[in-house]
């Protein structure tokens, strides 16, 4: 489960299709994975992939500014290189505003 | 690759563990997939689910009032009931605004 987080909060939904050239990307994810949740902002993550080589990353920031300094972060833009010659067929990247949470205890959205 | 939408428009992030007992969900679910689509507003949808009974689904909405309005269909509250009762052993929705959209080919975010 997602991790209580109060908003209004940050993510980043990295939604992507793998190539069939995967050599090194295990170990790149789990060290982005890592290096990630080291960045100021950071509120977590989570990565979901169906057999079909269609995935998503969603991860969880504080605000713009904890998304924009990972996106420069520069292990992360090696990554990004990577992963747009090699790992990756197609992605999509959004960036959303939480603006509302809940779950199967609360049920309902808080009151406005 | 999620359709091409143009921001601003909503999500609803629905990340969910399973419970053993999924007697009559994958039907549910594909009914509720097809009923979600003919809603005014809904933009698309997209469902990963990993091998230990953990997923997400994200589905796209034009505004809130369509989120609303899906909520609130009838069909829909009968299969959040059943999901609680039965298929779910914990979820967490999370309504986002998506701001900025951009993909590999696009690469970087439109300038603000």
């Not at 972060?73 to 990577?82: D, F, R």
Request: one cysteine or more; glycine letters at 4%; aromatic letters at 12%.
């Amino acid at each position: 489960m997602a991790p209580k987080r109060r908003p209004p909060y940050y993510a980043v939904i990295f939604t992507s299709t793998q190539t069939d050239d995967l050599d090194g990307y295990a170990e790149m994810s789990a060290h982005m994975e890592k290096l990630a949740s080291n960045q100021t902002g950071f509120l977590g993550i989570e990565s979901f992939r169906s057999l079909d080589k269609k995935g998503v990353t969603i991860s969880y920031w504080k605000d713009l500014n904890a998304i924009r300094a990972w996106k420069e972060n520069p292990e992360h833009l090696t990554a990004q290189q990577l992963g747009k010659q090699q790992w990756y067929q197609d992605y999509t990247i959004e960036i959303a505003k939480i603006e509302t949470a809940y779950d199967l205890q609360t049920d309902c959205p808080p009151s406005e």
